[in-house]
């Protein structure tokens, strides 16, 4: 499978915030949108280490977008290094979890790893629910909630104002609709900010990690993961991180061989 890398497809209103936001958080020396430039410019000239060197410069100024982490990650992939490049594909994709390129090339680097685990059979309800809600981004649905809400008004305006009973009666049930339709939106941006709050994951960073039954050195060692794998992470103690594989299995590894998406 090719990688997909064209910044092509990268959706056009994640370039015109770029456009528009990155100035805010220039540096004194270059503005951060010039720096996303040359870092596209870098990767395009196979240049991969001063592209990461480019989009880590844009995160460190405190700025966060779908886009950066995509490129940053497509960079970390070219570079070889498979579990940075998952760890931004992974947070692009918290970003943007409709976005089909995201999708596949978390797929595509996930071939490069070495564990392969097999996810515990879900009801189908919950796999409908949880595409549903990370059908769009956050942004995008905020968006959609705020201009579905100006229409209702506008349509409660044109109810209150006009003088035909025909133009009354459908703007009415026009702004029912819209407002219902305003409220589902804002209940779905509301479920997926939950769902990511809830569900913490991290990528393993350590060649080889073999995790222990307790969060203790000297306790039993249950199974071995390798970097790249990509874990839930269920609660922390003292250095230590209970993680749990898609299949279910679980168990401790330090904090320190795995990096939180």
Same mark, same amino acid.
Request: glycine share 6%; charged share 20%.
């Given at each position: 499978?090719?990688l997909?890398?064209?910044?092509?497809? #990268?959706?056009?209103?994640?370039y &015109?915030?770029l $456009?528009? /936001?990155l100035p805010?958080?220039? =540096?004194a020396?270059?503005g951060?949108d010039?720096?996303?430039k040359?870092?596209?410019?870098q990767?395009?000239?196979?240049?991969?280490?001063e592209?990461?060197?480019?989009?880590?410069?844009?995160?460190?100024s405190?700025y966060?977008?779908?886009?950066?982490?995509?490129?940053?990650?497509?960079?970390?992939?070219r570079?070889?290094?498979?579990p940075?490049?998952l760890?931004?594909?992974?947070?692009?994709?918290?970003?943007?979890?409709?976005?089909?390129?995201i999708k596949?090339?978390?797929?595509?680097a996930?071939?490069?790893t070495?564990?392969?685990t097999?996810?515990?059979?879900e009801?189908f309800?919950?796999?409908?629910?949880?595409?549903l809600i990370? #059908?769009?981004s956050?942004?995008? &649905?905020?968006? $959609?909630s /705020?201009?579905?809400l100006?229409? =209702?008004?506008?349509s409660f305006?044109?109810?209150?104002?006009?003088?035909s009973i025909?133009?009354k009666?459908?703007?009415?049930?026009?702004?029912?609709v819209?407002?219902?339709f305003?409220?589902?939106?804002?209940?779905l941006?509301?479920r997926?900010?939950?769902y990511?709050?809830i569900?913490?994951?991290?990528i393993?960073f350590?060649?080889?990690?073999?995790?222990?039954?307790?969060?203790?050195?000297?306790?039993?060692g249950?199974f071995?993961?390798h970097?790249?794998?990509?874990?839930?992470?269920?609660?922390?103690?003292?250095?230590?991180?209970?993680?749990?594989?898609?299949?279910?299995?679980?168990?401790?590894?330090r904090?320190?061989?795995?990096?939180e998406?």
């Amino acid at each position: 499978m090719k990688l997909k890398i064209s910044f092509n497809s #990268l959706r056009l209103f994640q370039y &015109l915030i770029l $456009l528009i /936001i990155l100035p805010l958080v220039s =540096t004194a020396e270059d503005g951060a949108d010039s720096i996303f430039k040359k870092g596209n410019e870098q990767f395009a000239k196979r240049k991969y280490e001063e592209a990461v060197s480019s989009y880590q410069k844009i995160l460190n100024s405190g700025y966060r977008s779908a886009a950066v982490y995509f490129n940053l990650g497509n960079a970390y992939y070219r570079t070889g290094d498979i579990p940075s490049a998952l760890l931004y594909y992974e947070k692009a994709h918290k970003l943007d979890p409709g976005d089909e390129d995201i999708k596949m090339n978390i797929q595509i680097a996930n071939l490069k790893t070495v564990d392969k685990t097999d996810p515990v059979p879900e009801f189908f309800l919950f796999r409908w629910w949880r595409g549903l809600i990370l #059908l769009l981004s956050l942004n995008t &649905l905020a968006v $959609l909630s /705020i201009v579905f809400l100006l229409l =209702t008004s506008l349509s409660f305006v044109t109810y209150l104002f006009t003088q035909s009973i025909a133009v009354k009666k459908a703007s009415f049930y026009t702004g029912i609709v819209l407002f219902f339709f305003s409220i589902t939106i804002l209940f779905l941006q509301n479920r997926q900010a939950h769902y990511f709050n809830i569900h913490h994951e991290a990528i393993i960073f350590s060649g080889s990690v073999t995790v222990k039954s307790e969060p203790d050195p000297s306790s039993k060692g249950v199974f071995v993961i390798h970097s790249g794998t990509k874990v839930g992470v269920d609660k922390k103690d003292d250095g230590w991180m209970k993680i749990k594989l898609p299949n279910g299995n679980t168990g401790w590894i330090r904090e320190t061989d795995a990096k939180e998406i």
